[in-house]
């Protein structure tokens, strides 16, 4: 399965917007990009996903790099309750892994200051 | 419609106790998996379920096991439960599992003393 990478931690004031960035260099063709997002005491949720283009949703906005080697989550106003761990996974539609299992790493925790 | 349902949402348990957590999926889904979430580990896919059967399995040992049944409720067992086993449980349901996307409980939070 391919990895991902992304930093620990990030800080974002609220209302100011806020680029989570994910690295996956092993990405393979079938490879599609999912966010999903842990809040406090709760259980994941899912934030978006993409193949290859940009993707925009109620809730954030999916930037992919050209060569799919890197992809950004952008949340476009920070609020309080934006805070949580965010996960970057690829899921691959290929195959014996067409499961639903999901590889999370250990995500970026999202700081939210007021 | 209503969400990923378990319970209990806390549960105490002694070690070499054994124990069984319940799942109900979304009406509708028919896949569903389970996750070991740890502060050390993360959270670790423990195996899921589609019609009733098995289609994948993490890398936990046999203590762990699960069942489907026909109305795509779940449920997972420890046996011998160990000091380790204290996590998070969560569980996730899908319509078909493959891509789509996962829904998630609120999680077991399970303590063993």
């Known amino acids: 399965d391919a990895k991902t990478t992304q930093p620990n931690s990030m800080e974002s004031n609220e209302e100011e917007p806020v680029h989570l960035p994910c690295n996956h260099s092993?990405?393979?063709?079938?490879?599609?990009i999912h966010w999903y997002r842990q809040l406090p005491s709760q259980g994941p949720e899912y934030v978006i996903h993409?193949?290859?283009s940009n993707v925009n949703n109620r809730m954030a906005s999916l930037a992919i790099a050209e060569d799919r080697k890197s992809s950004t989550l952008i949340l476009h106003r920070a609020t309080l309750r934006d805070a949580a761990v965010y996960y970057c996974?690829?899921?691959?539609?290929?195959?014996?892994?067409?499961?639903?299992?999901?590889?999370f790493g250990q995500g970026t925790t999202l700081q939210v200051k007021p | 419609k209503a969400g990923v349902t378990q319970t209990p949402r806390y549960l105490i348990k002694t070690r070499g106790q054994q124990v069984t957590l319940s799942c109900s999926p979304i009406?509708?889904?028919?896949?569903v998996s389970w996750y070991q979430q740890t502060p050390g580990q993360g959270l670790q896919f423990l195996f899921e379920y589609f019609s009733e059967t098995q289609r994948n399995k993490g890398n936990f040992p046999g203590r762990f096991s699960g069942r489907q049944f026909s109305n795509s409720r779940s449920e997972m067992n420890v046996s011998t439960l160990e000091l380790g086993d204290s996590a998070l449980y969560l569980c996730a349901s899908s319509l078909l599992g493959k891509t789509d996307t996962q829904y998630f409980g609120p999680g077991t939070r399970l303590t063993v003393l």
């Open positions: 996974i690829l899921r691959d539609v290929a195959g014996s892994s067409n499961t639903g299992k999901l590889i």
């Open positions: 009406s509708g889904h028919r896949s």
């Open positions: 993409g193949l290859t």
């Open positions: 092993t990405i393979s063709g079938t490879d599609y």
